[in-house]
């Protein structure tokens, strides 16, 4: 049997994933629907295996690539979890102090997809952490659909406090210059805004596909923002049009792109929601953002 391709699966294949990945069905109607797409060759087995991540495959940054130092370390997050678990990359020989970025998971933990793009963080200059969002009860678990049932344990305004944590050990780490900035995906997305809200100081934040603030949290912020937009990502997009409106009213220097006809998780290279001329495209921006904004 030939494997599938892109071009094989009905978007609505990518929509249920979407609703399943974001807790709005259950693993069994899930499955169930799912199965109306098993037609002919394509099983539903097939079908699973091909939407699902494909991590170790996909990694651009090997832990190991010589131009960088990667390790986890832990922090405290008084207000939040207690002890977090983060992978902290620097790149190799630095000599002086570096701008750094807080790299914000999905809504499944600190797995490889975003460890990788820590590390990519690093290698483009930046001192980056990674942090995990799920340690509080044991870090990610080695897989996204027990990471998203863990994540759902906790609640989200306490994970905001380790993100901010980290941000606030970043800031006194001794290889960084202070500028900080964030990028954050999905449930990251989300927070990244939120960090805007809550940090006057933050050099920059770069949501992709999130949630938005209220509009009386979206009137606080300070920081710069570039916001990155699926184009088939109608459940995120229907925010945006009010939080453009209040950005404009403060005069908050914002961007907005929606990449048109790509998914929500388009970034991920580790499934087929990922589109790479939309990837590359919005990293490119994402790396002359923090470049401009953190220098």
């Known amino acids: ?82 002890k977090i678990k983060g992978l902290l990359s620097i790149p190799e020989g630095t000599k002086k102090k570096l701008p750094g970025i807080i790299v914000v998971h999905e809504n499944r933990g600190l797995n490889p997809y975003i460890e990788d793009v820590g590390r990519r963080c690093a290698v483009d200059g930046f001192i980056s952490l990674a942090p995990d969002a799920l340690s509080p009860l ?19 305004y306490e994970m905001l406090e380790d993100f901010i944590a980290a941000y606030e050990y970043l800031s006194k780490h001794e290889n960084c210059n202070g500028k900080i900035g964030v990028v954050g995906f999905c449930f990251g997305g989300w927070i990244a805004n939120m960090m805007a809200v809550r940090l006057p100081n933050l050099s920059g934040a770069v949501p992709y596909y999130g949630g938005q603030p209220t509009a009386e949290e979206a009137a606080q912020i300070k920081a710069p923002l570039l916001l990155q937009y699926a184009g088939l990502d109608t459940r995120v997009n229907e925010g945006l049009p009010a939080y453009e409106a209040v950005l404009k009213a403060n005069k908050v220097d914002y961007k907005a792109y929606i990449y048109p006809d790509v998914n929500h998780g388009f970034h991920n290279n580790s499934t087929p929601r990922f589109d790479k001329p939309a990837a590359d495209l919005s990293w490119e921006r994402t790396i002359a953002f923090f470049k401009t904004n953190l220098k």
Do not use: C, W
């Open 1 to 82: 049997m030939q494997p599938l391709k892109k071009e094989d699966i009905h978007q609505d294949v990518f929509d249920l994933y979407d609703q399943y990945a974001h807790n709005k069905l259950e693993r069994r109607d899930f499955l169930a629907k799912l199965s109306l797409y098993a037609v002919g060759t394509i099983t539903v087995g097939s079908l699973l295996s091909f939407i699902s991540p494909n991590y170790l495959d996909n990694l651009i940054v090997q832990p190991d690539d010589e131009r960088l130092n990667s390790d986890y370390i832990t922090y405290d997050s008084p207000k939040g979890g207690g």
């Open 138 to 156: 044991g870090g990610y678990p080695g897989n996204d659909d027990e990471g998203r049932v863990m994540q759902q344990k906790r609640d989200r």
